[in-house]
């Protein structure tokens, strides 16, 4: 999480929900009541994953393949739909978000590209969306957060247990969890005991986020050889850092000197 100095749109006196933009150095800065840094995209490279954790989030490639639809739940600026829209043309992306103000920002800001065939964004209650047992997703994608902390709605074991319900056969929920947030332990529990323990912690090695890989049916035990020839032939297309996400996974996961042992 990064705090800016100079605001090109100045920080509201009060509302803790407004959303509002910043500008500096060619980077343009979501923020929702608070100076936090919500979503970035450099104005120069719209489509590209300009925040690390976001990069990270596109971990869940070393385990498995790239997906057919996914399901990202919170907008923010926009970056995880614009990168699928881009680098994915076969997969079919939902994106929810509660708050309609982030939606019109992240259109007329953050050039996030209109509802099409592949992309749908539907402003609604993202506890109360993944209820409904006729959707289903290869992927889905949590980070839901508000001014200083993540929603209560979407940290929950029963979200996590709808979550699991949700993902179709060899899926995985990607969640991001601030390393230094209050609930972090909580979550990273909760998220375990909807999973059966089978979580891959990755840390994004700057801002102190950590990503969730929740896979149900496991990681298989990959050994690190497997690993990192999966990483260069992501980053050969990608360019995200695969290579250095491998080298991070052996600081919060049972492994020895083989293999990551979830």
């Known amino acids: 999480m990064r705090f800016l100095k100079a605001w090109r749109v100045r920080k509201p006196e009060t509302d803790e929900e407004t959303v509002y933009v910043s500008e500096k150095f060619g980077v343009r800065q979501l923020h929702i009541g608070s100076e936090t840094v919500q979503s970035a995209m450099r104005i120069a490279r719209p489509y590209d994953l300009e925040v690390a954790y976001t990069r990270c989030m596109m971990g869940f490639l070393l385990f498995r393949e790239p997906p057919s639809s996914v399901l990202l739940v919170g907008l923010g600026g926009g970056s995880l739909a614009k990168f699928f829209h881009r680098q994915f043309p076969e997969t079919r992306v939902t994106a929810i978000e509660i708050n309609p103000q982030v939606v019109t920002i992240a259109r007329h800001c953050f050039q996030l590209p209109p509802n099409d065939a592949r992309l749908q964004v539907v402003v609604s209650d993202a506890a ?135």
């Open 128 to 262: 109360e969306y993944v209820v409904d047992a006729s959707r289903s997703w290869d992927v889905v994608m949590v980070d839901g957060y508000g001014a200083e902390a993540q929603a209560e709605e979407v940290a929950t074991l029963k979200f996590y247990r709808d979550c699991r319900a949700r993902l179709k056969p060899g899926g995985v929920l990607v969640v991001n969890l601030w390393g230094d947030d209050r609930a972090f332990h909580d979550c990273l529990r909760l998220i375990g005991e909807a999973f059966g323990g089978r979580a891959v912690c990755l840390p994004d090695g700057k801002a102190g986020n950590v990503i969730v890989f929740a896979l149900p049916g496991g990681a298989g035990e990959p050994d690190w050889r497997a690993l990192n020839e999966r990483a260069q032939l992501l980053d050969a297309r990608f360019d995200l850092g695969f290579a250095g996400f491998v080298a991070r996974l052996a600081k919060m996961n049972p492994h020895n000197a083989d293999r990551l042992l979830v």
